[in-house]
């Protein structure tokens, strides 16, 4: 049987916008909570609108990476299955899993208690604490370890589908995926059911934290699959061009149908959105489908795709775009802590691009010190390999 790694999937450059865009979202929600109140549609020219979307619904850009990590992660596993080939090799799979996520990651907290209390979220760290964000434990069982960092509570979400993607690999056929993928909405459902009831008088944010455990999510990385076994069983069926007017089409409709869900649905909601209410309960399908047929779209050459998400600076924020995570809370926090006034008194769109391109710096740097070396020490492969896609 041969390795299918080589043909299992291509580089898409506006998938890899994509994340960068996700990341964006996150780091506008952020600064939003940051600096309530604030409107960038009034104050920033032609994107303004734009921009001030992800005030209100950032959070979103988390389930666009829980989907993007189930679509392209499964693609090698979903090409195996289908052609009955080799499964990519578990410790090649593995270790390019650690070394994509750990070393920035781990870098980043090794600063961050290093300069101790400079840091305005350190906190100390027992033995217990410590070895729990050696391993990404956090929020975790009935007495969680709250992380340094409070958004690295979907590090061990994206750790805990690496880790089971190749036991769920051999149902990837359109028969047994199917049972899978409505067993795990049901899963995901109960879980969130549960969560909300069993919650409902903890402290604010209680219920979410709990919900956001990997069954919680579980629908997004398996849609996130869904559309790599679909593209894949395309392929091997019809491997010519696709209608590029077609995925263009299943673009803007899978945008359209996010956007509406965001608005329409979740907005109206208000805070009972994140204590229960049934919006929440279903949110990883509802906004799982449309994200995956963005995803779906992307991958098969949609040209507005192309267009948003393959240019030069958008695709350089999705090479950043993990240490863009990791790192924008962060430096939200301490440019109060570095600047001072000179930071604090700067108003309106001004300070947004400040704060932008202090974000953006640091996450550079975090990616060609600490991420990209790793990263490429974990893509190593044979020449035959070297145009397929990576996460």
Known sequence: MSNPTSQSRHYVASLTGLRGIAALFVFVFH??????????????????????????????????????SGFLLSLPFARATLTRSVHPPLAQYYKR??????????????????????????QPLNGVTLI???LMFFNIGWDPVRPVVGLWWTLPVELSFYLILPLIASFMRPGKWMILLLSGV????????WSADHF????????????????????????????????????LRSPGQPNVWLMDSLFLIGTTLAVLWLWKIVLPNGDSYWSGHWSMVIAPLALGLPLSLMVFSLYRGSRIGRWFFANPVVYFLGLISYSLYLWHFVVLQQADVVF????????????????????VLVSTVSYYLFERPFFRLGARRK???????TN
């Open 132 to 134: 729990a964000h050696m």
């Open 200 to 235: 409902a008088a903890a402290p604010e944010g209680a219920v979410f934290l709990a919900a956001s455990h990997l069954p919680g999510f579980l629908p997004e990385f398996l849609l996130g699959a869904s559309a790599a076994i679909l593209v894949q069983w395309l392929d």
């Open 340 to 359: 001072g006034e000179a930071y604090t008194d700067i108003q309106g769109f001004p300070k947004f691009l400040v704060s932008f391109l202090l974000v």
């Open 97 to 122: 899993r650690l070394l994509r996520v750990f070393p920035a990651y781990y870098a980043q907290l090794a600063i961050i208690l290093i300069f101790g209390a400079w840091f305005v979220t350190w």
């Open 186 to 193: 049901i899963l995901s459902v109960f879980y969130r059911l």
């Open 383 to 389: 020449p035959s390999d070297q145009h397929s896609a």
């Open 31 to 68: 600064y939003g909570f940051f600096n309530p109140g604030i409107r960038l549609d009034l104050s920033v020219p032609v994107i303004g609108n734009i921009l001030q979307f992800p005030l209100g619904f950032g959070f979103a850009g988390v389930d666009l990476f829980f989907v993007l």
